[in-house]
């Protein structure tokens, strides 16, 4: 690998002696020999697996639920539903005065997705809490289920999910998160030409290898260790607090291997009813994703559209963005009220416009709840604006990388939240991917920097 | 419900045990006799992640019933490394940085084993071929090629 310090010689005097060199992973020989401990290779005698009645329905209300068969059901220890949940209503979010609680543990009265949680059965062996699981009776009334975003943000659609009230979050803001810069109407008004386009993405799944899931041991002393491949520690600890209504100092989370994230393990859905399982029963209990659960019911990334209008002057200087941005959050907030706020911030992109218009809407609809995945709020937000820049090149007759090179940001330069430019490399990574890819720029933009005055 | 014994050698040790009709050979392995090496990542027989080796046969040891097992000698990838000294597929996917998450690894080292076994010279389409039913999700595969290929040279080196 090589280490090219040129380019901010007279910027970095640390000694970077460890930077560029290959050093092994800690975790490797635990990897190769097969010793590394994930959370499902604990075992403990007199386990129970926990398995979960849900919802077939997009949308309806719960009219009876009748557990009085499965509870026959040889191998059967548990069932809970939601009356058995201390704190059944909760968002993750709440740990960083993100509301209102919006989400059940168990549902009650109402499913508003399909997958939904609604009763979880606790046996002997994981047949037999398949078998038990099929005899809950749910007698639903199924409701109008909306699935489109711009559909949900119609007057007159279903409302998805009553702790809000209507079909998107309602930030302190008002409707969206909102970021106003300069005059975007009178830049457009002066541009050359103006172009507007939509983008849309749909929902992706992580698909990790390792299912989502933990097992959770009572200690005896009414504290019990949960042994989680969650990547969200100190979130689903605390979380499970609040849903337990039990002091985080009863629960000991165990956790740190991953069998691959990707973003899928940071909500907190197996973790609380897993522990509540194994304090009402007093023993060990297992609650692993079956694969298909895995795919259909852990989060996704959200569905996405983006609709950009920029304003671009024929010397290839963008003078006006103006985005409006929807992220589909499903049936619950999760963290995609984060997303879609994130995805404000960042839709100018790693441009210097003067005028920006931004409007970020994080909206409700009856599909899987979506949340965090590798840089949710910008990922699509990205592909969107990198498209669109191409086609702003191709609209004026410009060589798309010198058109990046006249709008790059550069230190000190005002971004459109505020918060003025430092340590930008945008340029220097531009020439050095000219170079890279043999994709020949004009000399003055190979003599750019994104610090250096004048030049 | 009856219990059936079912007996095999597991790396070449002797191994009883009683299990219920059904088992796979995958959860009697990891909750029955306690090697966990072999992963479950989809109990279909997709991920590849339960690769085992049963005979000197690459096997998927989630639609592999135990029962089937009697007599058989089975290797998994906590079996390879002797008295503490990695076996060279092992010793590749270290040097070779050939895991990340580490889930799919197991497998991985099991389906290299049967080629190497095999194919003690494969080409770079013999591996992309013998690794095709393993799924590594992090999307390492290149290193993983390259640990194999590298390992396969330092085997042969050491025969010659």
Not at chain 1, 314 to 333: E, F, L, M
Not at chain 2, 115 to 144: F, K, M, Q, W
């Amino acid at each position: 690998m090589e280490l090219r310090k040129s380019y901010f010689a007279d910027q970095r005097k640390d000694d970077l002696h460890e930077i560029g060199q290959p050093r092994p992973r800690s975790d490797s020989p635990g990897h190769v020999t097969g010793k590394t401990a994930y959370f499902a290779d604990r075992n403990f005698p007199a386990m129970l697996h926990l398995k979960m009645v849900r919802s077939p329905h997009h949308h309806a209300r719960i009219r009876s639920i009748d557990i009085s068969e499965a509870e026959m059901h040889p191998g059967v220890v548990k069932i809970l539903t939601a009356k058995d949940v201390p704190h059944n209503v909760y968002t993750i979010l709440i740990l960083i005065q993100i509301g209102p609680e919006d989400e059940t543990v168990l549902a009650d009265g109402k499913v508003r997705w399909k997958g939904e949680a609604v009763v979880a059965v606790l046996a002997e062996t994981e047949r037999a809490a398949h078998e038990a699981a099929a005899k809950v009776k749910v007698d639903y009334e199924v409701l109008p289920a909306v699935f489109d975003m711009e559909e949900a943000l119609k007057p007159g659609a279903p409302v998805v999910n009553e702790y809000h009230g209507r079909n998107y979050y309602l930030y302190d803001s008002g409707e969206c998160r909102k970021v106003r810069f300069g005059d975007v109407e009178a830049g457009f008004a002066g541009a050359d030409h103006v172009l507007e386009q939509t983008y849309q993405s749909s929902p992706i799944e992580h698909a990790p290898t390792e299912t989502t899931g933990c097992i959770v041991a009572p200690e005896g002393n009414d504290r019990f260790t949960c042994y989680t491949n969650t990547q969200a520690m100190f979130f689903t600890l605390d979380n499970a607090s609040i849903i337990l209504q039990m002091p985080g100092n009863r629960l000991h989370f165990v956790g740190g291997t991953v069998g691959g994230g990707f973003g899928g393990k940071v909500d907190v859905i197996v973790e609380p009813i897993a522990i509540l399982g194994a304090k009402l029963t007093g023993r060990p209990v297992s609650f692993i994703y079956s694969r298909e659960e895995e795919m259909q019911i852990s989060s996704p990334r959200a569905a996405e559209k983006v609709v950009i209008k920029d304003g671009v002057m024929k010397d290839g200087r963008i003078v006006a963005r103006k985005v409006t941005g929807y992220t589909d959050a499903g049936a619950y907030s999760r963290h995609s009220p984060y997303g879609a706020q994130k995805g404000a911030g960042h839709y100018p992109g790693p441009y210097t416009i003067p005028n920006v218009w931004i409007d970020t809407y994080c909206v409700y609809t009856n599909r899987t709840p979506s949340s965090a995945m590798r840089g949710f709020g910008v990922t699509i937000g990205d592909f969107a604006l990198e498209v669109q820049m191409d086609k702003l090149a191709r609209l004026i007759g410009m060589d798309p990388l010198e058109f990046r090179f006249i709008n790059a940001y550069r230190d000190g330069d005002m971004k459109a939240h505020r918060q003025p430019t430092e340590g930008a490399a945008l340029i220097e990574c531009m020439q050095e991917a000219s170079r890279a890819a043999n994709w020949p720029v004009a000399e003055k933009f190979m003599a750019m920097s994104s610090y250096a005055k004048g030049a | 419900m009856a219990k059936i014994p079912v007996q095999f050698t597991l790396n070449g040790a002797e191994k009883a045990e009683f299990i219920d009709g059904g088992t796979t050979l995958l959860n009697a392995l990891r909750d029955k006799i306690g090697d966990t090496s072999p992963k479950g990542g989809c109990h279909q027989g997709t991920c590849g992640a339960c690769s085992v080796i049963i005979d000197g046969e690459l096997r998927l040891s989630c639609l592999t019933l135990a029962e089937t097992c009697n007599g058989a000698a089975i290797t998994t990838t906590s079996g390879l490394s002797q008295d503490g000294v990695l076996h060279p597929l092992q010793r590749a996917f270290l040097d070779a940085f050939a895991t990340q998450c580490g889930f799919c690894t197991p497998g991985m080292i099991m389906a290299a084993k049967v080629l190497l076994d095999h194919t003690p010279d494969p080409s770079r389409d013999d591996v992309v071929e013998a690794l095709s039913g393993n799924v590594c999700r992090c999307t390492g595969y290149e290193p993983i090629i390259q640990a194999v290929l590298t390992a396969a040279r330092s085997n042969s080196q050491n025969a010659a």
